[in-house]
């Protein structure tokens, strides 16, 4: 054989290997194009996909307002009182927030890009009404008290993807490695049920869990000025949720896979929609309202809103109430799911 056919045949053979692993060819050709479709569609600039900018009170007929409504690339939201404005300004659901005053003041982060863009936009949109002694002066406020920062709404939207990514992967990972290695195999001689085995790989995540959110809860309020305004208890049974909820996850995802890497497609699979449109890094109000209610039901959505209610805003019990009840439902029918299909084979 010449070496070019050596070449060749190696070449063949590494590109074969390749095509047989269908999570390699999903995340080399199929996440780059469905990351671009999401992301194209959460920051579109076109029809409900503007900025987003608030207008308080709701009743504000300034001539200044029928302005902001005529300008292109601005979709104006009315808010009865100026607290609810402002928490949905914090949580993302606007890009700005105007308040009517003798002279109009805008309301902006420009830590965000899209709080820098409504702020021109809005300040070209009243720059074109005819000047006179009576025109508007708009008045600038930049956020910077916290709870109403961009890093305030991003550390509960990081500590809940490091909760999905720890209990997916800790759980899951392991147990298809012990499957490969034929050490679940050993298992079946034992008295040992299944129910227990299964329950202690989620109890050791949650070992682990006070260590895991201690750490960027610390980092976030002490280094970063996060505020903490809720129950320290309630925010403790609300990660302990969303743990047993993303181990549950894991477990059910590795009942039958046989292999590292069969698992590691499936769970990425799973994390996948979760990334993309449970508002992490940017609000999920970004996507078509038609999408809300779908996305609303997505644990880390559920995990993600409740954090943020209860650091940010003090929420109580009854306010995250739906929140862990979706946390719980998912965490028994995973689990249950996970009891029946898991094989130790």
Sequence with gaps: MSRFDELR???????????????AVFWTFAFPVLLALVLGVAFSNRGSQDVRVGVVPVSATAPWVASLQRAEGIQVVFFEDIASARNKLRSGGLSALVEDRERPLLHFDPSRPEGEL????????????????????IQVKVITETGARYIDFLIPGLLGMNLMATGIWGSGFGIVDMRQKKLLKLFTV?????SAFLAAQILSRLIFLVAEVGIIVAFGVF????PFH???FLFAMHCILGALCFSGIGLLVSSRARTVEGVSGIMNFVMLPMWLFSGVFFSYERFPEAFHPLIQLLPLTALNDGLRRIMLEGETLGGVAVEMANLSVCTAVTFVLALKLFRWR
């Excluded at 045949?9 to 999570?23: A, G």
């Design 190 to 194: 034992t008295p040992m049920r299944r």
């Design 118 to 137: 409504a702020r021109l936009r809005v300040e070209q949109a009243l720059q074109r009404e005819p000047k006179g002694d009576d025109a508007p002066a």
């Design 223 to 226: 280094l970063l000025s996060v």
């Design 9 to 23: 045949q190696l070449t063949r053979m590494r590109l074969l290997q390749f095509v047989r692993e269908p999570e």
């Design 230 to 232: 809720g129950s320290v």
